[in-house]
């Protein structure tokens, strides 16, 4: 058996939820989240891979020149693997790694660069100081209004959608 301590009915909705971005025709908006999600997902592949990538580096496939001829059966390449190939005619040491490809400073710029607009998105440094040594007020001034004329929009939508109904109510 449930009773409720108060009941109340009122004239207004007394929860404020405001977008911050929306598209022409969209009743609901969209969050920061939503923005930036597509370079999380792509992030989250070019992590993987670079997992993937460090495990073949850490440990090789191997090529056997023992004679054998390279069969079909071979579906998988995974780390470790042995894989015969045919050595007649060759002078090669017995065991060699199988050559990689892929540049693994290209995977960490890229990651970097990833990371550096999933933060811009979420306004994680939205002065943007690039060395805060020498930085005089003027600059910071100069990259506060910068920062204000990208979100002028957002601003707007907060004042109207989330600040007005706050004092109103």
Request: charged share 25%; hydrophobic share 40%; with cysteine.
């Amino acid at each position: 058996y449930k009773k409720d301590i108060l009941t109340r009915y009122l004239m207004y909705n007394p929860f404020v939820v405001f977008r911050y971005d929306r598209y022409p025709g969209e009743t609901y908006g969209r969050g920061l989240a939503d923005l930036c999600l597509p370079f999380v997902k792509i992030l989250n592949k070019m992590s993987q891979l670079d997992l993937k990538s460090a495990q073949f580096r850490v440990k090789p496939v191997l090529l056997d020149y023992t004679g054998g001829e390279l069969t079909t059966s071979i579906r998988r390449i995974v780390p470790g693997s042995l894989i015969p190939v045919d050595g007649r005619g060759n002078i090669r040491p017995v065991l060699e790694p199988l050559p990689l490809s892929g540049d693994v400073r290209f995977t960490e710029l890229k990651i970097a660069e990833l990371r550096e607009i999933i933060r811009n998105i979420l306004y994680d440094n939205p002065i943007n100081y690039p060395n805060a040594k020498n930085i005089t007020a003027t600059e910071i001034a100069i990259r506060q209004q910068h920062f204000l004329e990208q979100s002028a929009a957002t601003v707007l939508r907060l004042i109207d959608e989330c600040i007005l109904p706050i004092v109103k109510n």
